[in-house]
């Protein structure tokens, strides 16, 4: 396997104009650039892009394969992902989008405005590769139509309202992309209803024989999963209405009672048993989830 180098930092949309070998922006903080214009360009990302700027990317007629860490993606049906400053993205030069663009902004572009504090809430920035939006046709259209009237607002002369409008026109393509992927949640259910059984099946294994480990993060379970924590718990919100870290501590107590109803171990044992190392950490979670302590939930039954 082919050694990796160390990513490349692109700090500016110049920068990045400059690497791909087109011509500079015509804004410095705000750029739309074709994917067909930088098919052929030398960029070398393989080893890895760091990029200080928000990138959200349609693409389209693309058989090939994009890296995010170690993994392959394939994105024959994927059509948009985002990515935010400071994330590390990786591309091969041979499997390019044959069509598409891919909006560039940096944070400084949207500083001052109700966006560039807002925007930290949109989630799917921190998506991986595979977790990107499939778009409907029709879906499709709205979000090159947003994409064409940002790109014809900085190709217009600048006045005191261009910064403005084009500001609005993301927020809008954000708001759009939040909705969009929440109907992607609810039409690819067996999909999410899948990762929910496996979800259920690992807590009730991690439960089953954790004895002192400690709890399950988020972290850990998206991993094993092989999604990322905000596309999880995002899912959960849509099906359940709870986070992950929610579903597990209800999954968590749905344990601890079923233990305390049905065995003879001391509240101690069950709190050993379900990761805890320290009885108090187990009763104080059990009691602020149900109001009861677990020996009087215990004591209930006799």
């Known amino acids: 396997m ?3 180098n160390n990513p490349v930092t692109v700090n ?3 920068e990045m104009h400059r690497a791909q ?4 922006p015509e804004h410095p903080l705000i750029s739309l650039v074709d994917f067909d214009t930088i098919r052929n360009s030398k960029a070398d990302f393989s080893g890895g892009c760091i990029i200080n700027f928000y990138m959200v990317a349609m693409k389209k007629d693309f058989h090939g394969r994009v890296r995010y860490g170690r993994s392959y993606y394939d994105f024959d049906e994927g059509i948009m992902s985002f990515i935010a400053p400071g994330q590390v993205c990786y591309e091969d030069r041979n499997d390019r989008p044959g069509g598409g663009c891919m909006l560039l902004f940096h944070p400084d572009f949207i500083r001052g405005y109700t966006l ?3 925007i930290k809430s949109c989630e799917f920035f921190s998506y991986a590769i595979n977790e990107a939006l499939y778009l409907s046709k029709k879906e499709e259209t709205v979000i090159e139509g947003i994409l064409k009237n940002i790109e014809q607002e900085y190709r217009s002369p600048i006045d005191g309202f261009s910064q403005n409008v084009m500001v609005s026109l993301i927020d809008v ?3 759009y992309a939040n909705r969009f992927y929440n109907r992607q949640f609810i039409t690819r259910k067996p999909a999410s209803n899948e990762l929910l059984v496996k ?3 690992l807590l009730e294994q991690h439960f089953g024989n954790s004895s002192g480990t400690g709890l399950p993060t988020v972290k850990s379970i998206a991993d094993h999963l092989h999604v990322s924590p905000n596309y999880l718990s995002d899912m959960l919100r849509v099906y359940t209405g709870q986070n992950t870290q929610q579903h597990i501590h209800n999954k968590l107590i749905e344990k601890a009672k079923e233990m305390l109803s049905t065995s003879s171990l001391s509240v101690a044992e069950v709190a ?3 990761g805890f190392e320290h009885p108090q950490s187990f009763n104080k979670i059990f009691k602020r989830k149900t109001n009861i302590s677990p020996m009087a939930f215990r004591q209930s039954f006799n």
């Open 2 to 4: 082919k050694k990796l």
């Open 12 to 14: 500016t949309i110049t």
């Open 21 to 24: 070998g087109i011509a500079e």
């Open 116 to 118: 560039g504090k807002t």
């Open 173 to 175: 393509l954000l708001n």
């Open 199 to 201: 979800l259920d099946d």
């Open 272 to 274: 050993y048993q379900l």
